[in-house]
């Protein structure tokens, strides 16, 4: 059973600080690993992927991925209350079209 | 371009009852999906299809057929409706481009039986 873990929060910041969001997964196989922002009410958006160990940054955004501690996370740059969601983290096994999705951390941004 | 759009957007059935959701995608993606997400349980996929005329189970595909009509027409059929059955339904499309393939989500049908 693949599995992936996120922390349920919620996890509150002040406006401008740095969110920090995490994510660990079972399977070794995983090739690529997607954070998605799910507004209360609203369907999953996909703010951004990563599948290369390191960082990738998009505007505020940075997804993390270390492999051989099967950790992946997102950091959210000078927070913003628009922000405030709660955040999923999917991840996909190799030759695979299926997303396994953690249960995801609600994030407040607090002004 | 209007993405992934799903109809209904809120249903209440009664035990028993049938009725099909809808979902179709304009992004000319090869494969699309059905999820149920529940109150602390997250995102689980119910059927698959990774592309026009082959589907297969995900992880919860008891109570529930699904049909692809089409590239762009995915439904899924709850043939005798339960009350385990009351969840948020999403559908969602991908374009299978390989590791970086990303799928895309539909509105959600609110899904009510009593």
């Known amino acids: 059973q693949k599995e992936v873990e996120q922390n349920s929060g919620p996890l509150s910041v002040p406006e401008g600080a740095i969110a920090s969001l995490n994510c660990t997964y079972s399977?070794?196989?995983?090739?690529?690993f997607f954070w998605y922002r799910q507004y209360s009410g609203k369907s999953p958006e996909l703010i951004m992927f990563?599948?290369?160990?390191g960082d990738k940054e998009d505007g505020r955004f940075t997804a993390q991925l270390n492999k051989a501690s099967q950790y992946v996370s997102l950091l959210i740059r000078d927070s913003q209350p628009s922000d405030s969601a709660t955040y999923l983290c999917?991840?996909?096994?190799?030759?695979?079209?299926?997303?396994?999705f953690g249960k995801g951390t609600k994030l407040s941004v607090i002004p | 371009n209007a993405g992934v759009t799903q109809t209904p957007k809120f249903q209440v059935l009664k035990t028993g009852q049938s009725m099909t959701l809808q979902c179709a995608q304009d992004?000319?993606?090869?494969?699309m999906y059905w999820y149920r997400q529940d109150p602390g349980m997250g995102l689980r996929l119910i059927y698959y299809?990774?592309?026009?005329?082959?589907?297969d189970k995900g992880e919860v595909p008891n109570g529930y057929n699904v049909s692809r009509l089409n590239k762009r027409e995915f439904s899924l059929r709850l043939e005798s409706a339960a009350p385990s059955q009351t969840s948020v339904y999403f559908c969602?499309?991908?374009?299978?481009?390989?590791?970086?393939?990303?799928?895309?989500f539909g509105p959600g049908t609110r899904l009510t039986v009593l």
């Open positions: 969602a499309s991908g374009s299978l481009a390989g590791i970086t393939d990303t799928q895309y």
């Open positions: 399977d070794r196989g995983s090739q690529s």
């Open positions: 990563i599948y290369s160990n």
């Open positions: 999917a991840v996909k096994g190799a030759g695979s079209y299926q997303l396994t």
């Open positions: 992004m000319n993606h090869n494969s």
């Open positions: 299809s990774a592309s026009e005329g082959t589907t």
